[in-house]
Structures are given as structure tokens and as C-alpha cells.
């Protein structure tokens, strides 16, 4: 049974930087799209950082500029770098996979999901 399995969670203080990874022993990983999503209390759960099966990007307007999101196929490894944490940015947070094109930052493309990862930010 496949798994995704999150890692590189932590606490930080503000405008510090974190790296996420995501690992899974898919046999055909190239043929996914991949995503990472957050989900704080009171909010919904929101995409973050996409990348299609091509590696095309896509990113939440909050984010932009100072996340990144990378993979490499021959480790079936998602990165998730992120840099000049704010507050908000406080949250679960999940990687997320399917098969086909992408990229997406919409929950309903996915179902491919791992149990998450905890990032705090305090000021």
C-alpha cells in the first residue's frame, strides 16, 4: 500500500526558514502531480505549492516569492522550501499527490494524501 510520509515540520521563529520533504515508494512517481497543502484552525484547508507532471509551478498568492516547491523523481522525494516564515504561516501541513497533469491547488484533484506535518512560527 502506498504512503506519503511528510517530515521537516518544526517550530521557528519569524522570518526563518523551513524544508519540507515528502517521500513514497511509488513505482511510477513521474506520473503524478504533486501539491502541498495547510490547513490552521478556523480555516479551511488551503493548497500552497503545486507542480505539475511536467514541472510546471503554481502558488498561493500568501506564499509566492518566498516558498518553493521542487521534486526529484529519482528519489520519489517533494521538497517544500520555505523562507521568511510569517505567523500565518503556522499550520498542518500536507502533501498530496494524483495521477495526471496538475498542477492544482484545488483539494478535489487529490487522493493520494500523508498525515501531515506541524509548522510553527512564533514571533
Known amino acids: 500500500q502506498v504512503e506519503l510520509v511528510e517530515s521537516g515540520g518544526g517550530s521557528v521563529q519569524a522570518g526563518g526558514s523551513l524544508r519540507l520533504s515528502c517521500t513514497s515508494p511509488?513505482?511510477?512517481?513521474?506520473?503524478?502531480?504533486w501539491a502541498w497543502f495547510r490547513r490552521t484552525p478556523g480555516k479551511d484547508r488551503e493548497g500552497v505549492a503545486a507542480?505539475?507532471?511536467?514541472?510546471?509551478?503554481t502558488y498561493a498568492d500568501s506564499v509566492k516569492g518566498r516558498f518553493n516547491i521542487t521534486r526529484d523523481n529519482s528519489k520519489n522525494t517533494l521538497v517544500l522550501l520555505m523562507n521568511n516564515l510569517k505567523l500565518e504561516d503556522t499550520g498542518m501541513y500536507y502533501c498530496?499527490?494524483?495521477?495526471?497533469?496538475?498542477?492544482?491547488?484545488?483539494?478535489?484533484?487529490?487522493?493520494?494524501w500523508g498525515q501531515g506535518t506541524q509548522v510553527t512560527v512564533y514571533s
Open positions: 498530496a499527490a494524483e495521477l495526471g497533469a496538475g498542477p492544482s491547488l484545488s483539494t478535489d484533484d487529490f487522493g493520494w
Open positions: 511509488m513505482y511510477n512517481f513521474e506520473s503524478y502531480h
Open positions: 507542480i505539475g507532471r511536467d514541472g510546471r509551478t
